[in-house]
């Protein structure tokens, strides 16, 4: 699986490339799952620009993107977009247009809960471990880690040469991930050497303009369906290698 992130916490100052209204992130979708994508992450953005789990922002999104894809849609679900855990829960569960799946970074405050009423409306979860974070170690003694939809294993080392050491680093201290599937991926500087190391081990990978903006040459992308087409091109020769 190869799934795309299309925007992130970017903003309109990172290009116009990057889909921030929720008819741009449907055409991004669209483009990048007729390229490859077999998922599609998305942070919902009010007009402003800003990432929001309001139910007000989040549905025109989902509506959109679903109205023009028949893959799997999520969202993230991260501290940036609002920082107090309580809110964050109230956000969740007012929800009127529910996601396929939502992200939990399982080393913030108040993941657990998220990540408990997430599964209760009938959401995945994809429990996100950071590293250079706790979230391995607390997602190794939670007792939700049998029933996420996966783990999502984000290498946030950016320097090209010491990505793939910190991915395999972040791998072991996931040891079994409690049985679930991984899907591995890096950002900025270490988006592609990441992408491929999951290619060689068989895990499901992402990439898109939250992840990079950047061709594996240094060229800037022109979309990220033009990134996934390039790391469907990555991951499979990577698979390849023996």
């Given at each position: ?7 992130g ?27 490859g ?27 959109a ?26 956000r ?24 408990a ?25 939670s ?42 991926h ?21 990439v ?28 499979g ?6």
């Amino acid at each position: 699986m190869v799934q795309v992130c299309l925007n992130g916490n970017r903003s309109a100052a990172d290009g116009m490339a990057v889909p921030m209204s929720p008819q741009e992130m449907a055409r991004s979708a669209a483009d990048a799952v007729a390229a490859g994508a077999t998922s599609v992450r998305v942070h919902p953005k009010t007009p402003c620009g800003h990432d929001s789990l309001s139910p007000r922002v989040l549905a025109p999104a989902l509506e959109a993107i679903r109205a023009r894809v028949t893959v799997p849609v999520g969202v993230a679900t991260g501290a940036w977009a609002e920082p107090d855990p309580a809110a964050r829960l109230a956000r969740v569960s007012g929800w009127s247009e529910r996601p396929d799946f939502a992200s939990v970074d399982w080393h913030e405050r108040g993941a657990e809960e998220i990540a408990a009423r997430l599964l209760d409306l009938g959401v995945g979860v994809e429990a996100g471990i950071r590293s250079g974070t706790d979230g391995a170690a607390r997602f190794a003694v939670s007792p939700l880690g049998p029933r996420v939809l996966r783990v999502l294993a984000e290498v946030t080392d950016p320097d090209l040469a010491t990505a793939e050491a910190s991915a395999e680093a972040l791998l072991a201290a996931l040891g079994t991930a409690a049985g679930r599937p991984v899907l591995l991926h890096g950002a900025q500087g270490g988006t592609w050497p990441v992408l491929r190391l999951a290619g060689r081990l068989g895990f499901a990978t992402r990439v898109g303009l939250e992840d990079t903006l950047l061709l594996p040459d240094g060229r800037r992308a022109a979309s990220s369906a033009e990134l996934v087409a390039e790391g469907l091109v990555q991951y499979g020769a990577s698979s390849r290698t023996p």
